[in-house]
């Protein structure tokens, strides 16, 4: 939501350029609050708008090569890319899988899902707290999907604005570690209402920390009824074969 944080203002140079004209009235006493908000709105909008058209693009490229695509969102270190390593290495054999890494600095994350067998490629989106339907355009260009069956987003780490711009997923899959605390779809309910998985991740550490997986589960349940739950731990391997198995099931629905 980033009418909120203000990213997709300044993500672009026109975007730039648009804050520049308003902040060179910041001198004028007399400017009118409530117009610079509905011009901001507006433009907001039309940035979204155009996301959209783009994610339909991205959508209808991913259906045509056949290829199965997984938006990953959740708050920093929530385990995304623990769980991709080990769906790789689970899965690689089975089916060609890619991943695009969202980061707003650092090549880290994309040389581990390199290094487990898979595709990668990294954007770094330097202020911008998201992906966007063109950011992941310009990855499929450095990426050759038309034989992939998988195709991983890293979102990135942020449980707000990823929330707000459809990439052209099939599949928005929300992570919740049990160190971050069991209200957090309370807190942050967009992004849990738009979810159709949730994955309760680090589930071998409940026990170290005040976490209540039946009061999480009931809260994501009233956000998203449609929303499947899996509590699982990718670094120790506890019910990741659920995990595996939905992923197949999509893939065959696919």
């Not at 610079?36 to 045509?64: C, G, M, P, V, Y």
């Not at 689970?90 to 040389?111: C, M, P, R, S, Y």
């Not at 707290?129 to 990426?143: G, N």
């Amino acid at each position: 939501m980033c009418k909120d944080c203000g990213c997709s203002i300044n993500s672009s140079p026109s975007h730039h350029d648009h804050s520049h004209q308003e902040h060179s009235h910041h001198g004028d006493h007399h400017a009118n609050p409530s117009l610079k908000e509905s011009k901001t709105l507006e433009l907001i909008s039309k940035i979204l708008s155009k996301n959209d058209e783009q994610a339909a693009h991205n959508r209808s490229h991913f259906n045509e090569s056949n290829t199965l695509c997984i938006n990953l969102m959740s708050s920093p270190g929530s385990g995304k890319t623990t769980l991709l390593e080990s769906t790789i290495k689970a899965l690689k054999d089975e089916f060609k899988i890619a991943v695009i890494e969202g980061d707003l600095e650092t090549q880290n994350d994309a040389l581990r899902v390199k290094n487990a067998g898979a595709l990668a490629y990294q954007i770094t989106t330097g202020q911008s707290c998201h992906l966007d339907a063109f950011m992941v355009h310009e990855a499929l260009h450095h990426l050759a999907i038309d034989d992939v069956d998988l195709l991983f987003i890293e979102n990135v780490g942020n449980l707000v604005c990823p929330a707000s711009y459809d990439l052209g997923e099939h599949l928005n899959v929300v992570l919740l570690s049990v160190t971050e605390g069991s209200d957090k779809p309370q807190k942050y309910p967009v992004m849990f209402k738009k979810a159709d998985l949730v994955l309760i991740t680090k589930a071998d550490l409940a026990h170290h920390f005040d976490f209540d997986i039946k009061e999480a589960s009931k809260l994501i349940k009233e956000l998203s009824p449609r929303a499947d739950i899996i509590t699982l731990d990718a670094k120790n391997g506890t019910n990741m074969e659920l995990w595996y198995k939905l992923l197949k099931f999509k893939k065959e629905l696919f």
